[in-house]
């Protein structure tokens, strides 16, 4: 079973700078720029468990197949519990209508790779089933709305 519940190691604050940062930021200028926005919390659970891993990854991809057009993709963390909170260009929420998700974890302590021991050289391992890591094939699709229902914006993966 995979260490879902894994704490950091030495250099995840940098990788996850480097993973938010790989985020297209949808456009230019500060967060007053992004409108109205409806406050995103949730829970993610994978295989009936909380994801705990600080490496995940919430990504909030507009649909524009069901209406939504807004240029840009509210994102967040878990925390020690699984729960995520979303924000967008550093405001906290998103802007309302339907969204793709994609949620993504990596190992935070890859193994090395088998054929250059010698070098070092991680290799990342998914913790999650890869179907989860494309908007396309998540399979996750949530609506942003002013008064959600408890328990609307949870994610319940499996494998």
Not at 111 to 116: A, E, Y
Not at 120 to 136: F, T
């Amino acid at each position: 079973m995979s260490n879902v519940h894994a704490r950091p190691a030495r250099g995840l604050p940098r990788l996850l700078a480097v993973l938010l940062g790989a985020i297209p930021a949808g456009g230019c200028g500060d967060a007053s720029d992004v409108g109205r926005t409806f406050p995103v919390s949730g829970k993610v659970i994978f295989d009936d468990r909380p994801l705990t891993a600080r490496t995940t990854l919430v990504l909030f991809r507009p649909d524009a197949s069901r209406g939504n057009t807004s240029p840009f993709e509210p994102a967040g963390t878990v925390d020690a519990d699984g729960n995520y909170t979303l924000t967008t260009k550093g405001k906290q929420g998103a802007p309302p209508g339907w969204y793709q998700v994609v949620v993504t974890a990596i190992d935070e302590t890859p193994p090395v790779h088998p054929k250059t021991p010698q070098n070092h050289r991680p290799v990342a391992r998914s913790l999650l089933p890869a179907r989860y890591g494309l908007a396309d094939t998540s399979g996750l699709s949530i609506e942003v709305v002013e008064n959600p229902a408890p328990g609307a914006y949870d994610l319940k993966l499996s494998r």
